[in-house]
């Protein structure tokens, strides 16, 4: 008998009873946190064992044959490294990049020269520039730089570390290029029934871009608040207002119009940009510092910066991919802090042309009608997307067979085909899903269709590749001096474990799906 058996999803395995049955199916949930949380295990471990755990239930309990479970546990895992971990290296390895080029040092140097007043400089650096780290690199990332950077300028650590996190709420959802919301759509399209996640993630991305301005607008204000108290806030409000709302509108319209993959990077860049804006011509009429500092002149320089965490390598999400050779007392030329802003123009630019078949006025109406969208070969994103099944804008990939007639054929640039234990061949040979819903979930029994999409060239990771290419390749041309492969290679040692327990998450989300 083979192991590769049908599965009928049921949803009362325990007893007869959805309340004991839910209780067991949180055991990997139980297993992780008291892992993770009581014995401090490493986090891979953890997750590992929360995997194995979910791996047992669903072939013991709730009766998944073992080719069933151990195809969802690699599928999973698969997801985790494509494209969610190539997504995150990428994302930290452009962010790396401009470490190791001098312009992130550039960066922070000219954002603590704007002002001197505390309250403004935890906007730009906690907010603004945090919401910015948050949608480049995510993951812990924005609120150890930002933290590090505020405690350099003068702020208590502690200080600085709780006004990251705080300002860390509003842009959050859309981080480390939209990782948060890809994944949710990714998740959710094999549910809804739809075979390709973009139409999902896009309506989840205008959904949760709708809810959030609100919160956008109003951390600003809160942040303030709890650092210097109501009053002091009143007193900068015309700096708090132009921070958030040009925030909320940014992230509202790109992430209804655009999609979620770089709905942090404008807004972080539209909200820096109004606020150095708003104080070329305003000014607070007192300088807020804390009250162990003495007040300066709003021209003067917030002091040395100090050195905090031990070195440079902290400014990094994990550890550095190179260190500081700049002195952070230097003062950088117009066209020098241009130039480092600049980077993040390079890799907006790219993700847009990489994404321009999603813009609306391309996408067709409805979304993915031949006759009104953007063609091929003008159409990048359609071009990356050759060869997905029942995509009519191109439908025939460059390498490969025809998806219609040979699905599971390797093929490029885009394959979708069904993981091996999940699937079955009919007797017409077409690949079909073995696992169903079930009512009162659905309607009536229906497979449970979640293909693995390989998008060679469509993925945001790789578009984030490209862009830190093009970079590079402007970096050298004037006249920085970064190994290229030198960084990536550091990076790639960076995030090996993390990579490592993110796929292991996924093998768990997968089998409890």
Request: include cysteine; charged fraction near 10%; hydrophobic fraction near 55%.
């Given at each position: 008998?083979?192991?590769?058996?049908?599965?009928?999803?049921?949803?009362?395995?325990?007893?007869?009873?959805?309340?004991?049955?839910?209780?067991?199916?949180?055991?990997?949930?139980?297993?992780?946190?008291?892992?993770?949380?009581?014995?401090?295990?490493?986090?891979?471990?953890?997750?590992?064992?929360?995997?194995?755990?979910?791996?047992?239930?669903?072939?013991?309990?709730?009766?998944?044959?073992?080719?069933?479970?151990?195809?969802?546990?690699?599928?999973?895992?698969?997801f985790g490294l494509w494209p969610?971990?190539?997504?995150?290296?990428?994302?930290?390895?452009?962010?790396?990049?401009?470490?190791?080029?001098?312009?992130?040092?550039?960066?922070?140097?000219?954002?603590?020269?704007?002002?001197?007043?505390?309250?403004?400089?935890?906007?730009?650096?906690?907010?603004?520039?945090?919401?910015?780290?948050?949608?480049?690199?995510?993951?812990?990332?924005?609120?150890?730089?930002?933290?590090?950077?505020?405690?350099?300028?003068?702020?208590?650590?502690?200080?600085?570390?709780?006004?990251?996190?705080?300002?860390?709420?509003?842009?959050?959802?859309?981080?480390?290029?939209?990782?948060?919301?890809?994944?949710?759509?990714?998740?959710?399209?094999?549910?809804?029934?739809?075979?390709?996640?973009?139409?999902?993630?896009?309506?989840?991305?205008?959904?949760?871009?709708?809810?959030?301005?609100?919160?956008?607008?109003?951390?600003?204000?809160?942040?303030?608040?709890?650092?210097?108290?109501?009053?002091?806030?009143?007193?900068?409000?015309?700096?708090?207002?132009?921070?958030?709302?040009?925030?909320?509108?940014?992230?509202?319209?790109?992430?209804?119009?655009?999609?979620?993959?770089?709905?942090?990077?404008?807004?972080?860049?539209?909200?820096?940009?109004?606020?150095?804006?708003?104080?070329?011509?305003?000014?607070?009429?007192?300088?807020?510092?804390?009250?162990?500092?003495?007040?300066?002149?709003?021209?003067?320089?917030?002091?040395?910066?100090?050195?905090?965490?031990?070195?440079?390598?902290?400014?990094?999400?994990?550890?550095?991919?190179?260190?500081?050779?700049?002195?952070?007392?230097?003062?950088?030329?117009?066209?020098?802090?241009?130039?480092?802003?600049?980077?993040?123009?390079?890799?907006?630019?790219?993700?847009?042309?990489?994404?321009?078949?999603?813009?609306?006025?391309?996408?067709?109406?409805?979304?993915?009608?031949?006759?009104?969208?953007?063609?091929?070969?003008?159409?990048?994103?359609?071009?990356?997307?050759?060869?997905?099944?029942?995509?009519?804008?191109?439908?025939?990939?460059?390498?490969?067979?025809?998806?219609?007639?040979?699905?599971?054929?390797?093929?490029?640039?885009?394959?979708?085909?069904?993981?091996?234990?999940?699937?079955?061949?009919?007797?017409?040979g077409q690949p079909v899903s073995?696992?169903?819903?079930?009512?009162?979930?659905?309607?009536?029994?229906?497979?449970?269709?979640?293909?693995?999409?390989?998008?060679?060239?469509?993925?945001?990771?790789?578009?984030?590749?490209?862009?830190?290419?093009?970079?590079?390749?402007?970096?050298?041309?004037?006249?920085?001096?970064?190994?290229?492969?030198?960084?990536?290679?550091?990076?790639?040692?960076?995030?090996?474990?993390?990579?490592?327990?993110?796929?292991?998450?996924?093998?768990?989300?997968?089998?409890?799906?």
């Open positions: 008998m083979s192991v590769f058996l049908v599965f009928h999803q049921t949803y009362q395995p325990v007893l007869g009873s959805i309340l004991l049955s839910a209780l067991v199916a949180g055991l990997p949930l139980y297993v992780l946190f008291v892992l993770l949380a009581i014995l401090r295990l490493p986090a891979w471990i953890c997750a590992l064992a929360a995997m194995l755990t979910a791996f047992v239930l669903g072939w013991i309990v709730w009766g998944m044959p073992f080719g069933v479970t151990l195809g969802s546990a690699t599928e999973g895992m698969a969610i971990s190539w997504i995150v290296l990428n994302a930290v390895f452009f962010h790396n990049l401009t470490v190791a080029s001098g312009d992130f040092d550039v960066i922070k140097r000219s954002l603590a020269r704007l002002t001197t007043d505390r309250r403004i400089q935890a906007l730009l650096v906690a907010f603004s520039f945090g919401a910015l780290i948050e949608g480049i690199a995510g993951f812990g990332a924005p609120v150890a730089i930002s933290a590090s950077i505020l405690a350099s300028l003068g702020f208590e650590p502690v200080t600085a570390a709780v006004l990251a996190l705080l300002a860390n709420t509003a842009p959050v959802a859309f981080g480390s290029i939209g990782i948060p919301v890809v994944t949710l759509g990714r998740l959710v399209a094999p549910v809804l029934g739809q075979s390709d996640p973009t139409s999902t993630t896009l309506a989840l991305s205008a959904m949760v871009g709708r809810q959030l301005p609100l919160f956008s607008i109003l951390i600003p204000a809160y942040l303030i608040v709890v650092m210097a108290g109501w009053k002091r806030m009143t007193e900068i409000l015309p700096a708090v207002l132009v921070t958030g709302v040009s925030f909320a509108i940014v992230q509202f319209l790109v992430s209804n119009f655009v999609g979620a993959e770089l709905t942090d990077i404008i807004a972080a860049l539209v909200s820096m940009a109004c606020l150095a804006a708003l104080l070329r011509f305003w000014r607070p009429r007192q300088v807020w510092q804390f009250a162990h500092e003495s007040a300066t002149a709003e021209a003067a320089p917030a002091g040395t910066p100090r050195r905090v965490m031990g070195s440079s390598e902290s400014d990094l999400p994990g550890r550095a991919a190179a260190a500081s050779t700049t002195p952070v007392a230097a003062v950088d030329s117009t066209a020098r802090i241009v130039r480092a802003f600049s980077m993040y123009i390079i890799l907006v630019l790219v993700i847009l042309i990489g994404q321009m078949g999603n813009l609306p006025w391309w996408a067709g109406h409805p979304v993915g009608d031949v006759k009104t969208s953007l063609a091929a070969p003008v159409n990048i994103t359609a071009d990356f997307k050759c060869g997905n099944v029942g995509f009519k804008l191109c439908p025939e990939p460059w390498i490969g067979p025809d998806p219609a007639t040979n699905r599971q054929a390797f093929k490029f640039p885009y394959w979708s085909f069904y993981w091996p234990g999940t699937s079955e061949t009919n007797a017409k073995v696992v169903f819903n079930e009512p009162p979930i659905v309607k009536k029994e229906a497979a449970y269709n979640n293909p693995f999409n390989w998008d060679f060239l469509a993925a945001a990771g790789t578009l984030v590749l490209m862009a830190g290419i093009v970079a590079f390749l402007v970096m050298t041309l004037l006249g920085s001096r970064v190994n290229f492969f030198a960084v990536y290679g550091r990076t790639l040692r960076q995030l090996g474990l993390p990579i490592v327990t993110i796929s292991f998450i996924l093998g768990i989300a997968y089998l409890m799906t």
